[in-house]
């Protein structure tokens, strides 16, 4: 079953590069964290999962209003970018 979801995740990431809905960078890191998740074994498992988990918070709208309210005025005013 792993196999046929980094197999269904391969061709997705396909589609949205080949769509213009990501950039060549995030294609390749789309697909090196795929193929580490499919191929690695319990650590690419872990991984995957950890992606997934981080790809669903940073995708929610409380995220995105803290990070437009706080962190990026924080990151402007400290770091000056």
Same mark, same amino acid.
């Given at each position: 079953?792993?196999? +046929?979801?980094?197999?269904?995740? #391969?061709?997705? *990431?396909?589609?949205?590069?080949?769509?213009?809905?990501? /950039?060549?960078?995030? !294609?390749?890191?789309?697909?090196?964290?795929?193929?580490?998740?499919?191929? +690695?074994?319990?650590?690419?498992? #872990?991984?995957? *999962?950890?992606?997934?988990?981080?790809?669903?918070?940073? /995708?929610?709208?409380? !995220?995105?209003?803290?990070?437009?309210?706080?962190?990026?005025?924080?990151?402007?005013?400290?770091?000056?970018?």
């Amino acid at each position: 079953m792993g196999y +046929g979801i980094g197999l269904y995740n #391969a061709v997705s *990431v396909q589609g949205q590069y080949q769509a213009g809905e990501i /950039n060549g960078l995030q !294609y390749g890191l789309e697909q090196g964290s795929n193929g580490f998740s499919t191929f +690695g074994g319990i650590w690419g498992a #872990a991984w995957g *999962v950890g992606w997934e988990l981080g790809r669903t918070i940073t /995708n929610t709208p409380g !995220y995105q209003n803290w990070k437009q309210d706080t962190w990026l005025p924080f990151r402007a005013k400290t770091l000056g970018y």
